[in-house]
Each structure stands twice: as C-alpha cells, then as structure tokens.
C-alpha cells in the first residue's frame, strides 16, 4: 500500500483583487511587513464584472494571491480592514490540498510572528 503524502492542514492561498498594480504593491508590501503573508502574486489586467450598489460594473484590476496559513487569518482580515482600499474587499481563503513540503516549511516560517526584540 502506498504511502499516504503529508497534507498541509495550515496552508491558504487567499484571493483578494485592487483597482491598480501601485495599489496592489502597497497592499502585498504592507501584509508581508506584518507577515501575515509569506508572499503575494500580483496579476494585473483582470477583468471583473460584477453588481455592486445596483449597477453592473466591468472594470479592470489586479488580483493577488496571497499565501499564508490558517492561523494568520484573523489577523489577515483585520489588516484588510486597515490596508484594503475597497469598502468591501474579496477575501476569500482556499485551503491547500497538497504542496511541496520545502515550500510549506518556508511558507510557515515566513508568516510566523517575530520575536519580540529586547529593549
């Protein structure tokens, strides 16, 4: 019987979208600083339609991925409360089923807190 392959039980991949790539980098930048996120895919030139205050709107705009783990999710969300420039931000988190277990144990270390530094 083969042997069954690790599963990351922590590891998120979060979608969020902004209006430009200046404001996706200041977001990413932002979020990495906290290290809520151990990195940040920025892909300009979306297209999103959608209903919002009711019209139908067809704008461009940049999506971002966001890589993290469970446990830095409500942190995540209240830093988007602060950093986010939309009044409604997409954050939707997407467990990961399966991943490289060097780039799971980077992805962990990346977004583990800082330790406090000595006054």
Do not use: N, Q
Not at 49 to 55: C, F, N, P, Q
Not at 89 to 97: D, F, G, H, N, S
Request: hydrophobic share 50%; proline share 10%; charged share 15%.
């Amino acid at each position: 019987m083969a042997a069954t392959p690790p599963t990351p039980p922590d590891a998120m991949v979060v979608l969020t979208t902004v209006g430009t790539a200046d404001a996706a980098a200041t977001l990413v930048t932002a979020l990495l600083a906290e290290r809520l996120v151990a990195c940040g895919t920025c892909l300009p030139d979306a297209r999103s339609l959608y209903h919002w205050e009711g019209a139908l709107h067809d704008e461009r705009e940049v999506v971002i991925l966001l890589k993290t783990t469970a446990d830095r999710l409500a942190a995540l969300e209240a830093a988007f409360a602060r950093l986010h420039p939309y009044d409604v931000p997409e954050l939707l988190a997407l467990p990961v089923a399966h991943g490289a277990a060097g780039y799971l144990a980077w992805l962990s270390a990346a977004t583990a807190p800082s330790p406090p530094t000595a006054p």
